[in-house]
């Protein structure tokens, strides 16, 4: 019983640990959820859902690329932050005015959750 404890131990942090790991997407992966998501949301029409998810594709490859160069943090943070206007910007562009009202909402909280848990990390 006493060598079961410490093995018993063990094996629950690792488990711990692999439940921990960051799951690695694809471009395509990405832009899929994203673009679900957008349909869940914003009600999209077939030709809307396929043009944001065109928009989406495309952010979710040059937002890979970013770091290959930006040369240090704040370079990374203000390339992913145009990348995201222009991203919004493309996508508003596709959409209905009620639509445009929802997008800004959800994209306004977002924002808000976003500097949130960047507050919490200084």
Known sequence: M???????????AHLGA??????????????????????RILELSPEQKEAVYTVNLDVAKRSLIIPE????????AEE??????EQFNRINDILMPEQRKTFKAANERYQLRKSEVEHKEE
């Open 2 to 12: 006493k060598t079961l404890l410490p093995i018993l131990i063990l094996l629950l």
């Open 18 to 39: 692999i439940g921990q790991e960051k799951e690695v997407l694809t471009p395509e992966e990405i832009a899929t959820r994203q673009t679900e998501k957008m349909q």
């Open 69 to 76: 160069y930006s040369t240090t943090e704040k370079d990374l």
């Open 80 to 85: 992913r932050s145009l990348l995201r206007n």
